[in-house]
């Protein structure tokens, strides 16, 4: 039989459990309601007209005009105010196999513009594993995408061949660091293959402060979930990414890497900014979720001491094997 102690003890477990319902059907109900409100989706943004002031053009193309017969091309280019069709679910070898040559994609997956010089010179480096499928729709429409913008970019595929937990922010300190042994790139955007961006007039370049580009994701009903967000898709200048020492190389798992490097960027006096939520739309595409970091807290809680003895100046890996595929750069490494 139960003593009196324990029925109290099981009576206020159970009181507990509703008040916890009660609060998460609350939660639910507001969010259904008022999901803006409720998300912090009206944070503060670069407005419509302060965009093309913003954007910090690479001082490399700037040089480069002055040696050549071609001009500047638009740091913004016109009739980016339409969306492109919906990414394809289904693609196939064959779409992928015809996709370089329809858009002249240099091999590893690079282009720029033929007729102008890009203000923008643009690596985007994407974390992988295991992810086939994804990437092959976001390679299938991130390239018309970019070409649209006329950018001088390439994408790097950064795969992590060794088993374990999955560790995104070391694979993007990799292809920061492989991507410069291929050319001088001024602006990195670090990018999850999920991630498919809706708007064309959301330029893949850097601002003067690192941006957080996926800031009104479907998933979240183009919300932002909260103020110090900067995971996704980020866009940062290269000496901006030096100051901070990149990202930290020791969170395995899913979770965490992107706010501490959202507190290095703070911690060396820089912002945050983000382009307006009508243009910074994302659609995520369905994957299997990532095992959750065990440590992510306690590496949050100790960043602050490793933020000049963890990071791109730490870097230690192997190159497994690098392939310049026809629509991207494949670099197989050990971590």
């Known amino acids: 039989m139960f003593t009196r102690a324990r029925l109290i003890v099981f009576q206020s477990k159970d009181l507990m459990k509703k008040i916890t319902l009660g609060i ?26 302060e965009i093309a002031d913003e954007l910090e053009p690479s001082p490399n193309a700037l040089s480069c005009v002055k040696e050549s017969d071609k001009s500047l091309c638009s740091i913004i280019p016109t009739d980016l105010e339409n ?22 994609v240099g091999v590893g ?31 299938s429409y991130m390239h018309p995408f970019l070409q649209r913008q006329l950018l001088n970019y390439r994408i790097f595929v950064i795969e992590q061949g060794t088993k374990g937990a999955f560790n995104r922010a070391k694979l993007l300190n990799i292809g920061y660091v492989e991507a410069l042994k291929t050319y001088a790139y001024h602006c990195f955007i670090f990018h999850d293959v999920d991630l498919i961006p809706q708007k064309l007039n959301n330029m893949y370049a ?38 901070v020492n ?17 507190n290095r960027i703070i911690n060396r006096g820089m912002s945050l900014c983000r382009f307006p939520p009508d243009v910074a739309r994302y659609t995520m595409l369905t994957h299997a979720k990532e095992l959750p970091s065990e440590n992510r807290f306690l590496n ?18 192997s190159i ?12 197989l490494v050990d971590i």
């Not at 969306?83 to 002249?104: C, E, G, Y």
């Not at 990149?246 to 959202?262: L, P, R, T, V, Y």
């Not at 497994?320 to 670099?331: F, G, Q, S």
């Open 320 to 331: 497994l094997k690098i392939v310049n595929y026809p629509l991207y750069t494949w670099i």
């Open 300 to 317: 949050l809680e100790s960043g602050r001491e490793r933020y000049e003895t963890d990071g791109v100046n730490t870097l230690k890996y």
């Open 246 to 262: 990149g990202f930290s190389n020791i969170f395995f798992g899913w979770g965490g890497e992107d706010d501490d490097f959202q």
């Open 109 to 139: 997956g690079a282009w720029k513009p033929p007729d102008c010089i890009s203000q923008h010179e643009v690596a985007i480096v994407i974390p992988f594993r295991n992810r086939t499928l994804q990437l092959q729709i976001f390679l």
């Open 24 to 49: 998460v059907i609350f939660i639910t109900l507001c969010y259904s309601l008022h999901p803006g409100r409720f998300a912090s989706s009206y944070y503060t943004y670069i407005k419509h007209n």
């Open 206 to 243: 850097c601002t003067h402060q690192p941006r957080h580009m996926s800031s009104s994701l479907d998933t979240f009903r183009y919300n932002l979930p909260y103020q110090e967000l900067f995971g996704g898709a980020v866009a940062i200048l290269k000496k901006q990414f030096e100051l």
């Open 83 to 104: 969306t492109l069709q919906h990414p394809n679910i289904s693609v196939t070898d064959f779409d992928m196999k015809d996709l370089a040559n329809k858009f002249n």
